[in-house]
């Protein structure tokens, strides 16, 4: 594939953390990218990096504890511009730029991501005046704008108000307002509808698929949840302990799943009109800080070999843009550097 | 109804809390989080309670164990052969029955004191119930570990050194101890992990058959519900809605906010069809909810009639079991959600 039409490229990507009990490689080694206008699905348990590499992405990641150790990720900007996110200092102009303008990012819990002292409408108009230097009454105007275009009623009324007045919904629909104002060509999107309940998510989730055929962005969808990844992805990167393990088209994931772990992930979930015993998959997911040795999900595999126990896998291309990491391929993958 | 088998009998239960305003605390209104909600539940079966959240839930399921008291209502309960309104027991005589009727909570992190070792944790409802000596507690300890999958070994050990499924079990534990025939289950599994969400529910339906306990499983995942439960009810806005056997409520819904519900889960198989518009608006405020049937305001099929007139929560014509709160249900003609899933994994 040409480079360039990788929107965002990640080579390589280690995030760790020092932490009281030892390095924490919360990101390890991972690599995938988004083209232009397409949706990737990143999947995972709790603590498996999925939102690390998201704060990676924006250049966010708290130091000094926290650092990017290893690898790179390269942006193509609108200007067709290739810019190393990674070797961008946090606070520079360029990487502020991006930010906001070019990569956007809308949270779990709208509640927490907004700040309950300013109106739903000077916190869009800040961001829209901050970005694209114009005056307050056109920020404004670009609120109502972006409010209305996320399906909230009476917009010109609801700018106003505060982020308690509004419901668990409107909250996530003003987030998504604000983070589309800028025109993003990226929105990352973590956990967006976690915290909703179902009837309200389905409202979510449609206008997100809706607002991206309107405006042709490209999304990265983080979610622990496998019906959402499949409702909204193309591709799918599915991450554990810091690695990813497999990455494919979204009906290769469900319906051609290579790695146990992402066959387990599957099992493990009640499909609706299904009653028969469920599969776990067995244990626990082990601490960052007690990493096994081996494959990091071995002790949980039901088919582990003696070899998983002993040396970390390399990853392996399948047919098609398929990519586990496995030892079970060995023989019929292609082991990738 | 008159049948020997069910141990549990729910007749309008209610639980309003009153809004309370100005310097006398005068009160201006109730919110109305469990509106008068009758259901039974039969000997060894899971009924599932579903709905999106304030919908009273949580709130029937704690009026029912009595840790709430609620407004007015009876829960009749089947103890030696006799049913007893836990409502009219007295605060002594609730502590006796509360050994046959135990519940597991949603967050393993906050529902266990993390200044209490395991061992202490699992056997605080026999202290306080002054059963065995201290000898007979530990072995009953041990038992009750290996009946959840922990080890002996992990019996002076705190919360905190266990992962959240591991808290769930011990959850799991204290709540047997004494017995019980019949649990409530608050949203066990929310909290947890996928993979692990998994060998939880398989060892709730171990447990089941093995002690021959009756569940009340209270959860918003309509997937995992539908898993565990024999019959449903579904919630919305303090009042059941529909109640009726789990197959049977998913394929064939007779509530439109049941419909609505099935249509909106995102199903893990990216070749399910979803076609259907999701609800509009929010869940009315339940201390002002609208007048008729509280779910018109959101019904694609509304009519004047439910603007006007709260419908009853009847049985259906010729459906067993089957009950719906709705004024036009023998009319529409609902989806199910295998009109979602026209092409299956397995295939």
């Known amino acids: ?337 | 109804m008159k049948d020997d088998n069910v141990i549990l009998r729910v007749d309008d239960l209610r639980k309003y809390f009153p809004i309370k305003k100005g310097l006398f605390k005068r009160v201006v209104g109730n919110v109305k989080a469990v509106d008068g909600i009758s259901f039974f539940v039969r000997k060894g079966e899971t009924v599932g309670v579903v709905g999106e959240s304030g919908c009273g839930k949580t709130t029937a399921g704690r009026c029912i164990v009595r840790v709430m008291e609620p407004t007015s209502g009876q829960v009749q309960f089947r103890r030696g052969g006799q049913m007893v309104d836990l409502l009219a027991l007295s605060k002594h005589e609730m502590k006796k029955a509360r050994q046959e009727i135990q519940m597991i909570f949603q967050d393993p992190f906050s529902s266990l004191d993390p200044r209490m070792t395991v061992k202490k944790i699992i056997a605080e409802p026999l202290d306080i119930h002054k059963i065995g000596t201290r000898q007979e507690q530990e072995e009953r300890v041990k038992e009750l570990m290996s009946h959840v999958g922990l080890g002996a070994y992990q019996l002076e050990r705190y919360p905190h050194e266990f992962s959240g499924g591991q808290r769930q079990r011990i959850g799991i534990a204290r709540a047997l101890a004494l017995n019980p025939s019949f649990i409530v289950c608050d949203e066990p599994v929310s909290a947890l992990d996928v993979s692990v969400q998994a060998q939880v529910i398989n060892l709730l339906s171990d447990l089941q058959e093995q002690f021959d306990l009756t569940y009340l499983f209270i959860a918003h995942d309509l997937s995992v519900v539908e898993h565990v439960s024999d019959r449903i009810m579904v919630m919305y806005v303090g009042q059941v809605v529909e109640m009726t056997t789990s197959k049977s409520l998913y394929t064939n819904p007779k509530h439109p906010y049941t419909e609505a519900l099935l249509q909106a889960i995102p199903i893990a198989d990216p070749r399910s069809r979803r076609d259907f518009r999701p609800l509009e608006g929010n869940v009315p405020d339940p201390s002002n909810p609208p007048p008729g049937c509280k779910f018109h305001t959101r019904c694609p099929y509304v009519q004047d009639i439910c603007k006007r007139e709260p419908p009853e929560l009847r049985e259906l014509k010729g459906m067993h079991d089957h009950f719906v709160a709705c004024h036009r249900a023998e009319e529409l003609e609902l989806q199910g959600i295998q009109s979602r899933t026209a092409v299956s994994r397995s295939s």
């Open chain 1, 1 to 337: 594939m040409v480079e360039r039409d990788k929107l965002l490229d990640v080579q390589g990507l280690k995030t760790y953390f020092e932490t009281d009990r030892g390095v924490v490689k919360a990101v390890d080694d991972i690599s995938y990218h988004v083209k232009e206008g397409e949706t990737v699905g990143i999947v995972g348990e709790s603590g498996c990096g999925k939102s690390v590499t998201a704060l990676s992405i924006m250049n966010l990641v708290q130091g000094p504890r926290g650092r990017v150790a290893g690898g790179k990720i390269m942006y193509t900007t609108k200007g067709g511009e290739r810019v190393e996110i990674t070797a961008l200092p946090p606070y520079s102009p360029k990487m502020r730029a991006i930010r906001g303008s070019e990569i956007s990012m809308i949270f779990q819990e709208p509640m927490t991501a907004l700040n309950p002292v300013y109106t739903i409408g000077e916190q869009i108009a800040e961001t829209v005046c901050l970005h694209q230097k114009v005056s307050k009454k056109k920020g404004r105007e670009r609120a109502i704008e972006m409010l209305e275009l996320v399906g909230i009623a009476a917009p010109s009324r609801r700018i106003n108000e505060y982020p308690h007045q509004l419901s668990g919904g409107m909250r996530q629909r003003a987030m998504i307002g604000m983070a589309l104002s800028c025109d993003p060509r990226f929105l990352i999107a973590d956990e967006p509808t976690t915290a909703l309940d179902v009837t309200i998510e389905a409202q979510i989730l449609d206008l997100m698929l809706h607002l991206q055929e309107k405006l042709g962005m490209a999304m990265q969808f983080i979610t622990h949840d496998l019906g959402v990844i499949s409702t909204m992805a193309k591709r799918v990167v599915v991450m554990y302990t810091g690695h990813v393990v497999e990455k494919a088209s979204v009906d290769d994931i469900f319906y051609d799943p290579r790695h146990p772990y992402t066959k387990g992930l599957l099992a493990s979930v009640p499909t609706l009109g299904r009653q028969e015993r469920l599969v776990p998959i067995k244990g626990t997911v082990p601490n960052m800080n007690e990493l096994p040795k081996g494959c990091y999900f071995s002790p949980r595999c039901q088919e582990a070999m003696d070899i998983c126990h002993q040396e970390e896998p390399p990853s392996y291309q399948l047919e098609g843009d398929h990519i586990v990491k496995c030892w079970l391929w060995e023989q019929e993958g292609v082991r990738l550097p």
